[in-house]
């Protein structure tokens, strides 16, 4: 299947757009950028130059991804969520002077694979979002989020666990867990869940 990149999309002759990727009415792609086979750029989403982008991801409408992200295969980022790149931002320096970019020291955030960000969501860099873990809608993320992780809130806190279908996990003891869709079963190790 082809690429299909809305006519009033702005991307750059220097982004990748892999196959059967698509990028929506009023996106905006940078140079340098890579969108992987058959991911979704949504409506007025912008994803900065040389930010990367796996296969089968989709990124909703509204959401400001920028560069040095790294989003791993499979991931959802929800409408209007944002991935920052800049701990400390200031636009002068202590003696009023514009900054430029060789004054900035860009940090990113990166997404492990099957993740998925909500509505809203902020993700303060640098952070590392866990594979198949699941930021709530409106959350602010400013510590690094583990594998299968469900967090909400402001700053985001971990309230229990997820599975591959993005369901919570059900308790089965105190260190065992079950996934409620695909019966899989999960255990709790010093913090960590891995799957049986």
Same mark, same amino acid.
């Given at each position: ?13 220097g ?8 990028v ?74 514009? #900054?430029?970019? #060789?004054?900035?020291? #860009? ?56 599975? #591959? ?17 695909l ?14």
């Amino acid at each position: 299947m082809p690429i299909k990149i809305a006519a009033n999309a702005s991307v750059s002759d220097g982004a990748k757009i892999s196959e059967n990727a698509s990028v929506w009415d009023f996106a905006q792609v940078r140079e340098g950028a890579v969108i992987g086979e058959n991911s979704i750029v949504g409506s007025y989403a912008y994803i900065d130059a040389h930010v990367q982008i796996g296969k089968n991801c989709k990124i909703q409408n509204r959401a400001l991804i920028y560069d040095p992200a790294i989003i791993h295969d499979g991931v959802f980022i929800g409408p209007g969520a944002i991935l920052t790149n800049d701990k400390n931002p200031r636009s002068i320096s202590g003696s009023g002077e514009v #900054k430029s970019a #060789k004054d900035w020291d #860009k940090v990113g955030v990166e997404v492990l694979q099957g993740a998925a960000i909500g509505s809203g969501a902020i993700c303060v860099a640098p952070v590392k979002i866990g594979q198949w873990a699941l930021v709530g809608a409106g959350a602010v993320v400013t510590k690094d989020i583990k594998d299968f992780a469900l967090v909400v809130g402001n700053p985001a806190r971990q309230v229990g666990w997820v599975g #591959k279908a993005g369901k919570q996990l059900e308790t089965v003891d105190g260190q065992h867990f079950k996934c409620p869709v695909l019966g899989t079963e999960f255990q709790e190790i010093n913090g960590i869940l891995v799957e049986d």
